[in-house]
């Protein structure tokens, strides 16, 4: 009889012993930065049915088991990567363009659009990214020798920022634009009474009303081609700065068929028709597209001096920039998005236009609101009105790879008094509590990590300036990974459910090939992304 009690209490403890859950995927020996409250790091992550199921040590791994399995050998984890503002459907679209990015001289954009030409029988010949403070002659070029090249073919091409655009004889002549063309909001420059080619702000509209958009089936490609990009650079959710009625039910039809994985944060354009179909029916939620806001104008932009200044620019005496929407039809939008719960995000990048919208927002806002109305650039504050940020809970959206673009040549723009308040993201930071960050592309580069070094470096890739430009404004590490997780997520109301790697929240997690939070910070441009994931899914993996 005795002989049997050994096998029983065998029997016993085997009948004891906790079944392993089965779950979808198990991440481990990994290093994983969870930016919850206490910016806790993990070594284990639990996914099952795209939620995070749990996150701790190795013990977890006595709990669950996954049929996937991924061994990162102390590799390290970060909540998916959020871009606050960019154009997701623009960058997209702009794809089919000629990329000026980086030349350095009109000769160079030339030879560019020669080359495309040979190559694309198109209608219209259309281009992106040439920025005139790259160049030897820091001024607006003409479009004579774009007549020349192309005398029967319309030119268009967008300056880097989106502001402006050099357009041929035939483009104008399209458009209707002579030497009689006035436009509010907006500059057509002129020479002797003849306009140059130069559009500014709200006269690109004037030509961009002529230009064909793609078919539907060339838009599905672009957009899934702009997502795959995304994907690469590990963007998990972006917040896209306008769209139209069109494109946001494109996404939505997209999204729903599971031919597109991007989550979007969709910002309304504020046309009648986005006001009418979603505002006026309130929040518009799905797995991955969120509309809980509208994108208002109030001005230009720095570079090509259409951001609205107190004072005229420093090189250029008699220019003040321009507010780009009457301040009644502002007020008019805001009202009508306060009643019906939406957010309002108000692009605005001179101290003038950034007075006008605090102060709008001002007249609105309770004190200590949780709207999260939010300033989309906040770029040149005047030193009197920081305190509007903190007094109405104002969220300064930022892009702070804008102050590593502009630092070379803001100087003469605003002059030394007005760019000691400008890019000022650790006083805005400290005003709000919070901040978000995104890169505005296409005006800057997808890569949210070049977001990352430009907050804290406030350097460009080669170190300059040796001593970084107006570090004293700076971010450090954990507050400029949270800017682009945790903190832009509640910029988009969805800290519920992203932004952090903690149990209940989707699975949106990246993998980095190195540790961003302690190497040293001249290194983080070429940090690689190894993995993204949405929801649970792989969505890309090198």
Not at 49 to 59: A, M, R
Not at 198 to 206: G, K, Q, S, V, Y
Not at 458 to 470: E, W
């Given at each position: 009889m005795k002989s049997f009690i050994p096998i029983l209490i065998i029997l016993l403890a085997m009948g004891c012993q906790t079944q392993k859950e089965k779950v979808d995927l198990i991440?481990?020996?990994?290093?994983?930065?969870?930016?919850?409250?206490?910016?806790?790091?993990?070594?284990?992550?639990?996914?099952?049915?795209?939620?995070?199921?749990?996150?701790?040590?190795?013990?977890?791994?006595?709990?669950?088991?996954?049929?996937?399995?991924?061994?990162?050998?102390?590799?390290?984890?970060?909540?998916?990567?959020?871009?606050?503002?960019?154009?997701?459907?623009?960058?997209?679209?702009?794809?089919?363009?000629?990329?000026?990015?980086?030349?350095?001289?009109?000769?160079?954009?030339?030879?560019k659009l020669k080359e495309w030409d040979k190559n694309h029988d198109l209608e219209w010949i259309l281009g992106r990214g040439w920025d005139q403070n790259d160049w030897p002659v820091k001024e607006f070029p003409n479009n004579k020798a774009l007549n020349k090249l192309f005398p029967n073919k319309p030119v268009f091409l967008r300056r880097i920022d989106g502001h402006a655009a050099l357009v041929n004889a035939r483009a104008l002549e399209i458009a209707g634009i002579d030497e009689n063309t006035t436009v509010e909001g907006g500059e057509i420059r002129k020479s002797n009474g003849q306009p140059t080619g130069?559009?500014?702000?709200?006269?690109?509209?004037?030509v961009l009303q002529h230009i064909v958009e793609p078919v539907k089936n060339e838009k599905v490609e672009l957009l899934n081609i702009g997502a795959k990009n995304c994907y690469a650079v590990g963007l998990t959710t972006v917040a896209d700065a306008g769209l139209?009625?069109?494109?946001?039910?494109?996404?939505?039809?997209?999204?729903?068929?599971?031919?597109?994985?991007?989550?979007?944060?969709?910002?309304?354009?504020?046309?009648?028709?986005?006001?009418e179909q979603f505002m006026e029916h309130g929040i518009y939620r799905t797995s991955r597209l969120h509309i809980h806001s509208v994108k208002l104008y109030a001005d230009g932009a720095l570079g090509s001096r259409g951001a609205c200044m107190i004072e005229p620019y420093s090189d250029d005496p008699d220019n003040y920039?321009?507010?780009?929407?009457?301040?009644?039809?502002?007020?008019?939008?805001?009202?009508?998005?306060?009643?019906?719960?939406?957010?309002?995000?108000?692009?605005?990048?001179?101290?003038?236009?950034n007075r006008l919208v605090l102060n709008l927002y001002s007249k609105i806002l309770s004190e200590n609101n949780d709207r999260r109305w939010r300033i989309e650039h906040a770029q040149v504050v005047n030193p009197d009105d920081f305190q509007l940020f903190?007094?109405?809970?104002?969220?300064?959206?930022?892009?702070?790879?804008?102050a590593t673009s502009d630092m070379y040549w803001a100087g003469?723009?605003?002059?030394?008094?007005?760019?000691?308040?400008?890019?000022?993201?650790?006083?805005?930071?400290?005003?709000?509590?919070?901040?978000?960050?995104?890169?505005d592309f296409p005006v800057?580069?997808?890569?949210?990590?070049?977001?990352?070094?430009?907050?804290?470096?406030?350097?460009?890739?080669?170190?300059?300036?040796?001593?970084?430009?107006?570090?004293?404004?700076?971010?450090?590490?954990?507050?400029?990974?949270?800017?682009?997780?945790?903190?832009?997520?509640?910029?988009?109301?969805?800290?519920?459910?992203?932004?952090?790697?903690?149990?209940?929240?989707?699975?949106?997690?990246?993998?980095?090939?190195?540790?961003?939070m302690t190497i040293d910070?001249?290194?983080?441009?070429?940090?690689?992304?190894?993995?993204?994931?949405?929801?649970?899914?792989?969505?890309?993996?090198?």
């Open positions: 991440v481990k020996n990994a290093t994983i930065y969870t930016v919850d409250s206490n910016f806790s790091v993990a070594s284990t992550m639990i996914v099952d049915n795209g939620v995070i199921k749990s996150v701790g040590d190795k013990s977890l791994l006595n709990d669950f088991e996954a049929e996937r399995e991924k061994d990162l050998e102390g590799q390290y984890v970060y909540p998916g990567l959020i871009d606050a503002h960019c154009h997701f459907v623009g960058y997209s679209m702009n794809l089919r363009q000629v990329n000026l990015r980086g030349t350095k001289s009109f000769d160079d954009i030339l030879n130069i559009l500014i702000d709200n006269a690109l509209e004037l139209d009625h069109s494109d946001i039910q494109l996404l939505d039809s997209l999204q729903r068929a599971a031919e597109l994985k991007m989550q979007v944060y969709a910002m309304l354009s504020p046309t009648r028709e986005n006001l920039g321009l507010i780009i929407t009457n301040p009644e039809e502002m007020e008019h939008i805001a009202r009508q998005a306060y009643n019906n719960n939406y957010q309002v995000n108000t692009h605005a990048i001179g101290d003038s236009a903190d007094k109405y809970n104002i969220v300064p959206a930022v892009n702070t790879t804008h003469e723009r605003l002059g030394d008094e007005r760019l000691k308040h400008a890019y000022a993201y650790r006083q805005l930071l400290e005003k709000n509590g919070w901040l978000c960050n995104g890169s800057e580069n997808i890569n949210p990590l070049y977001g990352f070094y430009a907050a804290v470096a406030r350097q460009d890739f080669d170190g300059y300036p040796p001593k970084g430009f107006q570090k004293d404004n700076a971010l450090n590490r954990q507050q400029a990974l949270k800017a682009m997780t945790i903190w832009a997520a509640k910029s988009i109301f969805e800290e519920d459910k992203k932004g952090s790697l903690e149990m209940g929240k989707q699975a949106d997690f990246v993998v980095l090939d190195k540790d961003i910070i001249a290194q983080v441009p070429n940090v690689r992304n190894l993995l993204t994931a949405i929801q649970g899914e792989i969505v890309f993996e090198k």
